[in-house]
């Protein structure tokens, strides 16, 4: 007898029942739900009324559901909105195609938030869009890191050029003053030519002063090393300056300070730093003219600034003292607030400023090894901070060496490419009743201290060309000749060296014939000093 066997239908694998299509709404709703990135539907045409956002979006927004749906996303833009972004995204709707782009939106609150938009249109069967879909997401965070990289590589490139100008400045000024110095000499030695020769020196030497000031402020926003480092506590800075800063704000503007106690210390150029928060106080008084409530914070305070906000702010993670000045001025549009550093910038309208004052507290902030940055609203005043690095020892250091008398009539070398330059140094030296032999190169030098020695002191040019700049000139002739003293020049801040600290004595240009002839005086001492102590 014939049986008929009829076996049970096997069941389907799991992962068939799980791409069941009616299963498939269900699990999306769920993806899109409890998705991280904004997503929304909108009308294609008739002005484009959302009709589904999801929470992500309310989250990112700020807003209700019921506050968003009907309506146009432009809700979303705000007075700093790119008008081009604006249009490309209209443009790209009436054409119906895809579309991706970064545009600044604003919550609920009135807050921004930089948001990466991409929209596509939902197409039918025969092509035609039924509706609108974006997803976007919030990349603030990487915008601001991506703008302060863009600010601090701008920001050094101008450095470097104004450090650039500033030291043909300061050639210039060199050639000018010991020229006036010279001819001074001549016009006091001769009664027969008139007094008022004198006073046009005097007025030659005020613009020299005024432009030497300029070039200090150019260089410090070059970010040279500062001059003279010293560990110190900015509670005590501030307390020192609050004088200063109460005269220069005048009476209608309330100054307070608040001091965290147990302040870390900072190893910093005192004369910089106060130069710095006097220039910002100004800036603060300039902006809060005419406003009825008239006031400046500066606060004071410990800081530990985490790998992230130092990846932002292009310093190294660790502990800082935050100086935060805060005022109740008229503020400043975004599109000023990236500008302010720039040097020259200056929003204080024609003859009113140089625009070197705030350039310049940013240049002390980043050669101390910190940074400065600004944040301010139209009319909700601004607040400036600087991040100083916290120093590990607050011992002051230093001894001034005892000197003995100079020697008469020494040999000096003096080595300047510029030849308008060495032979002006010539001739100031001479009248100061030295011997001096020139040359415009390190080689030239080498072979001359070498061939027409022995010389007593070599006075060099740091920035020269060839493979030689002065430090490595001053560094091979007293490895050669140990007797021999250096004296270095520069029209840059601080020394040039790119492998360490000078160690030789360095002068600043422009100087006055007088201090010349006092730092040769200085350098041969202390050379006479060091020989006598090692022949005892």
């Known amino acids: 007898m014939n049986r008929s066997v009829v076996e049970p239908e096997s069941e389907p694998p799991a992962s068939t029942a799980a791409c069941d299509p009616a299963f498939a709404p269900e699990i999306f709703a769920r993806i899109v739900e409890q998705s991280s990135v904004g997503m929304v539907v909108a009308a294609a045409g008739s002005d484009n009324p959302v009709l589904y956002v999801n929470d992500a979006f309310l989250r990112m927004s700020g807003h209700a559901r019921e506050e968003v749906l009907g309506r146009n996303c432009r809700f979303l833009q705000g007075p700093d909105t790119d008008p081009a972004a604006v249009a490309d995204i209209a443009a790209a709707i009436r054409e119906d195609r895809e579309f991706v782009t970064e545009i600044l939106n604003y919550r609920k609150d009135g807050s921004t938030f930089w948001n990466l938009l991409h929209i596509s249109p939902v197409r039918e069967a025969d092509g035609s869009a039924s509706c609108l879909f974006g997803y976007q997401r919030d990349v603030t965070r990487r915008k601001e890191m991506e703008d302060a990289l863009q600010q601090c590589l701008r920001l050094e490139a101008l450095g470097k050029l104004t450090g650039g100008i500033a030291h043909e400045f300061n050639n210039l000024l060199q050639v000018i003053g010991t020229t006036l110095d010279i001819l001074e000499v001549d016009v006091m030695q001769s009664p027969e030519l008139s007094s008022r020769s004198l006073r046009h020196f005097a007025s030659c030497r005020d613009a020299i002063d005024r432009v030497d000031v300029l070039t200090s402020q150019l260089q410090t926003f070059a970010r040279g090393r500062p001059g003279s480092a010293t560990p110190l506590s900015v509670n005590t800075l501030l307390e020192n300056l609050r004088t200063v800063l109460s005269r220069s704000l005048g009476e ?14 900072c190893s910093i150029d005192p004369v910089l730093a106060e130069t710095a928060l006097l220039n910002v106080a100004i800036n603060a008084r300039d902006a809060m003219l005419g406003r009825g409530d008239q006031s400046l914070v500066i606060t004071s305070r410990n800081r530990h600034v985490e790998v992230h906000e130092a990846r932002m702010r292009d310093i190294a993670a660790g502990r800082y003292v935050a100086i935060e000045l805060e005022d109740s001025g008229c503020g400043m549009p975004r599109a000023i607030l990236g500008r302010v550093l720039d040097p020259f910038f200056s929003t204080k309208g024609e003859g009113k400023g140089v625009g070197l004052g705030l350039s310049m507290a940013y240049g002390f902030a980043r050669q101390s090894g910190g940074t400065l940055f600004v944040e301010s609203q139209e009319d909700k005043g601004t607040r400036i901070t600087f991040l100083l690095p916290v120093c590990e020892s607050a011992e002051p250091s230093g ?6 008398a100079a020697p008469s009539q020494p040999r000096v070398l003096v080595v300047d490419d510029r030849e308008d330059l060495a032979f002006l140094m010539q001739e100031a030296l001479s009248m100061g009743g030295y011997h001096v032999a020139t040359a415009h190169d390190a080689e030239s030098a080498l072979a001359m201290l070498q061939q027409d020695g022995p010389f007593d002191l070599l006075l060099s040019d740091i920035v020269m060309p060839g493979a030689r700049d002065g430090v490595a000139l001053a560094r091979d002739a007293v490895r050669r000749f140990p007797h021999l003293s250096v ?7 601080g020394g040039e060296s790119g492998d360490g600290p000078i160690e030789f004595d360095v002068l600043a240009k422009p100087f006055r014939q007088p201090e010349l002839l006092a730092k040769v005086q200085s350098a041969l001492e202390a050379s006479r000093g060091r020989s006598a102590q090692g022949g005892r």
């Open 252 to 265: 209608q503007v309330q100054l307070t300070l608040l001091k965290e106690e147990d302040l870390w210390w």
């Open 399 to 404: 001894v001034e060496d005892e000197r003995d």
């Open 487 to 493: 004296l270095l020049m520069t029209g840059h801040a």
